[in-house]
């Protein structure tokens, strides 16, 4: 078990890492959510935090450094939970609603930190770990009762499936860290290899979608000239659109045309209006030939 842990955080560093950067091209193709990074940025960051306490400050108390680090991070991976599931729904969400959250966010940060200065209780724990949990349940009851956006409708069972399984795991893993391992003698190096293997899963099955979705673009993607007249594009419109299909930035595009960048998100906007569609994926599965 001592072997598997630290082997276990390493393969999740690693994992997280690739995952990130090719969320990031993604998001540059206008075609991942930037509440996704922020998830996925935010559920790393909670491994690292996890990981120094386990293996760098083992003698953490509640008031140590490492304990308010993974409280502060697992604030981070509630808020991020939840506003990852507002932006991949099917639903419109009020502002006020999503801002909410986020207040509640830096209310519990404030008293993180009020606690590390030694100024507050071990309240801030228990509020942590309540805020976690009814941010992991209701974004899996979202998931389970809601139809995903467009862009990610290719993988609605598998992101039912795993959303399932991660979002009644976690809740778990929270209750046995904080009660097992107090008053039922569970040890917490069995609890620790969760965490990890938890977002190994969720990352492995984030990495092979990116890569599928990224392969979509190709120079050899054209666009149907039915299709074209179909949506009443113009000539410039469906020279754009040709372009974006293979996967080209708007900065490609205004290099390759010779035009300004504002005038092609103006092209971008019309096109999507007229197509009916919100991002490069419903666009190209719209208009490939």
């Known amino acids: 078990m001592e072997l598997i842990e630290p082997i276990l955080y390493f393969l999740a560093y690693t994992i997280g890492v690739i995952t990130i950067f090719l969320e990031l091209i993604c998001y540059n193709k206008k075609i ?4 996704t990074i922020f998830f996925t940025c935010a559920f790393l960051f909670f491994i690292i935090s996890l990981s120094y306490s386990l293996f760098i ?3 953490a108390t509640e008031s140590s450094s490492s304990n308010n680090l993974v409280l502060f991070s697992l604030v981070l991976l509630g808020l991020s939970t939840v506003l990852n599931a507002f932006a991949e729904r099917q639903i419109n969400v009020p502002s006020k609603v999503k801002i909410g959250f986020i207040m509640i966010g830096c209310f519990l940060i404030l008293l993180i930190l009020f ?3 030694g100024y507050s209780d071990f309240y801030t ?3 942590v770990y309540i805020f976690l949990v009814f941010s992991v349940l209701g974004s899996m009851f979202l998931v389970r009762k809601t139809k995903p956006e467009k862009r ?7 992101e039912r499936n795993i959303a399932l399984f991660i979002l ?3 809740p778990v893993a929270i209750l046995l860290e904080f009660l097992g391992t107090k008053y039922w003698g569970i040890e917490s190096s069995k609890i620790s290899i969760i965490p990890p293997i938890i977002f190994i899963t ?3 099955s984030k990495l092979m979608d990116d890569i599928t ?3 979509l673009f190709t120079n050899s993607n054209t666009v149907e000239s039915q299709n074209a007249q179909n949506y009443n594009l113009t000539p410039r419109e469906t020279e754009i659109a040709e372009l974006l299909i293979k996967g080209s930035s708007y900065a490609d595009i205004s290099s390759s045309l010779f035009i300004a960048i504002p005038t092609v998100k103006s092209h971008v906007t019309n096109i999507y209006r007229k197509v009916q569609v919100k991002n490069k994926i419903e666009l190209l599965h719209a208009l490939k030939s």
């Open 32 to 35: 991942e959510y930037l509440e």
């Open 57 to 59: 400050d083992q003698h």
């Open 115 to 117: 606690n590390a200065l």
């Open 125 to 127: 724990e228990y509020l």
């Open 152 to 158: 990610i409708l290719h993988r609605e069972r598998s």
């Open 168 to 170: 009644i795991i976690i």
């Open 202 to 204: 969720l990352a492995c």
């Open 213 to 215: 979705r990224l392969s």
